[in-house]
T-cell receptor
């Protein structure tokens, strides 16, 4: 059962335009969501996050939107740059009883290609 | 700070062999994790630890073992390698919400 889904395996956009990456989840107990970026032959690196009590978080060119009623989040990159070309993973964290183990559940990833 | 380090970077094993993937972090993080990533898939949690001496199973623990004798180190052991364990393995550590990942170990079992 895939609790976090990224239904688009790939996305291609022109440099300077907006990139929108989407992520859906099924578990309403998730309380924190993160986006990671991964270049080939490297480990994922943290990009941006959002708590379930918010619906938007912005950091420079990156904005994450959370729609709890739809169980959907999205990452907007504006303007897109060729250096943004990478695999993007969304991840969700949920509490287990009263403990937070920090465990994350990852989506399958979306490969973004930004063309010059 | 070196962050999270993993060794080796690459390894080819024969079926039935065993090996230990090393992971170390110098950020004094209590929480550490092992993931595997298969092609076209997200990261699947193998094992995790919330502190020295404490470990627990993740989503896909079969065929693996871990130990956590110190805060810094979290080795992953494969006892009887199988082709299904061909994957890229990532170690991560965290103190709050954000996990910091190592560069990965690419393992092939033939």
């Amino acid at each position: 059962d895939q609790q976090v889904k990224q239904n688009s395996p790939s996305l291609s956009v022109q440099e300077g335009r907006i990139s929108i990456l989407n992520c859906d989840y099924t578990n309403s107990m998730f309380d924190y969501f993160l986006w990671y970026k991964k270049y080939p032959a490297e480990g994922p690196t943290f990009l941006i996050s959002i708590s379930s009590i918010k619906d938007k978080n912005e950091d420079g060119r990156f904005t994450v939107f959370l729609n709890k009623s739809a169980k959907h989040l999205s990452l907007h990159i504006v303007p897109s740059q060729p250096g943004d070309s990478a695999v993007y993973f969304c991840a969700a964290r949920g509490y287990h009883g009263s403990s937070n183990t920090g465990k994350l559940i990852f989506g399958q990833g979306t490969t973004l290609q930004v063309k010059p | 700070n070196a962050g999270v380090t993993q060794t080796p970077k690459f390894r080819i094993l024969k079926i039935g062999q065993s090996m230990t993937l090393q992971c170390a972090q110098d950020m004094n993080h209590n929480y550490m994790y092992w993931y595997r990533q298969d092609p076209g898939m997200g990261l699947k949690l193998i094992y995790y630890s919330v502190g020295a001496g404490i470990t627990d199973k993740g989503e896909v623990p079969n065929g693996y073992n871990v130990s956590r004798s110190t805060t810094e180190d979290f080795p992953l052991r494969l006892e009887l390698a199988a082709p299904s364990q061909t994957s890229v393995y990532f170690c991560a550590s965290s103190v709050e919400n954000e996990q910091f990942f190592g560069p990965g170990t690419r393992l092939t079992v033939l």
